[in-house]
C-alpha cells in the first residue's frame, strides 16, 4: 500500500509531462521555434530516463527478492567509472552541479560489480539533488585507504531527522519532512544491498535543515 501510494505519483507526474509536451509539439509544431521544440524534446527524454531508472529499481529489488542480489564483480577503472557516473547525473541535475573529487592514486582500479555499485551511488546523488533544492552543489567524493574505497555524497539540504536515520534504508520508508517532495522509497534499499553484497557498510550523517553525508564503503578484497 505505502508503495503503491507514493509510486502512483512518481510515475504519474513524468507522464504527464510527457504528455504535454508530446501534445503542445503534435498540435503547435509548425508555429514553435527550433528552439522551444527541443526544450519540450529534452523535457521528454529527462522524464524517459528518470521513469527508466525508477521501473529499474523496482525489477531490481523484485528480482532480488526471488533470487537474492547478483554479484558479478570485475575489474574497475575507478577514475573513469566516476567521471562517467557524474556524466550520466549531470544531464538530469538540471540547476545542481556535481562536484568530484578524487583521491584514489593507491587504488586506481578496483574489484566490483560495476553495475550495482553505478546504481547505488546514483540513487544517492539523486537524492542529494532531490532533497536540496535550494542548494545548488552537491560534492562526491572517493577516496581509497589501504584496506578500502570510501564514497562520499554529500549536500546541504533538508537533512534527516535524528529519529528516522536507523529506518532510512527499509522498504519503502521517506522521512517525515520530505513535504511535497515525490519518491517511492527503493532507492535507499537498494544502496543497502549493493554495500550488503560488497561486504561492505553505507553510513549516514545528517542534520535537518543542514543536509547530509552518506559515505559507501567497500573493502578492496571485496
Wanted: with cysteine.
Amino acid at each position: 500500500d505505502r508503495f503503491f501510494t507514493h509510486a502512483g505519483h512518481e510515475f504519474r507526474t513524468p507522464l504527464a509531462s510527457i504528455q504535454s509536451s508530446a501534445e503542445l509539439i503534435q498540435l503547435y509544431s509548425d508555429r514553435m521555434s527550433e528552439e522551444r521544440k527541443a526544450e519540450h524534446l529534452d523535457l521528454i527524454g529527462e522524464h524517459v530516463t528518470h521513469l527508466a531508472s525508477l521501473l529499474e529499481d523496482v525489477l531490481t529489488l523484485g528480482k532480488a527478492q526471488v533470487i537474492g542480489v547478483e554479484f558479478k564483480p570485475e575489474r574497475i577503472d575507478l577514475a573513469a567509472f566516476c567521471q562517467q557516473i557524474v556524466k550520466d547525473m549531470q544531464l538530469i541535475a538540471h540547476k545542481h552541479e556535481i562536484v568530484l573529487s578524487l583521491e584514489v592514486s593507491t587504488c586506481d582500479q578496483i574489484h566490483a560489480d560495476s553495475k550495482l555499485l553505478s546504481k547505488a551511488l546514483k540513487n544517492l546523488l539523486s537524492n542529494a539533488i532531490k532533497y536540496s533544492p535550494k542548494t545548488p552543489l552537491v560534492w562526491f567524493t572517493a577516496n581509497c585507504t589501504e584496506t578500502e574505497i570510501s564514497f562520499s555524497i554529500r549536500d546541504q539540504g533538508i537533512g534527516i531527522p535524528p529519529a528516522e536515520q536507523q529506518y532510512l534504508f527499509e522498504l519503502f520508508h521517506r522521512g517525515s519532512n520530505v513535504g511535497t517532495i515525490q519518491g517511492t522509497g527503493l532507492g535507499l534499499t537498494i544502496v543497502r544491498q549493493a554495500a550488503e553484497a560488497h561486504q561492505g557498510d553505507i553510513i549516514v550523517e545528517s542534520d535537518p535543515g543542514s543536509g547530509s553525508t552518506f559515505t559507501l564503503k567497500i573493502p578492496l578484497t571485496a
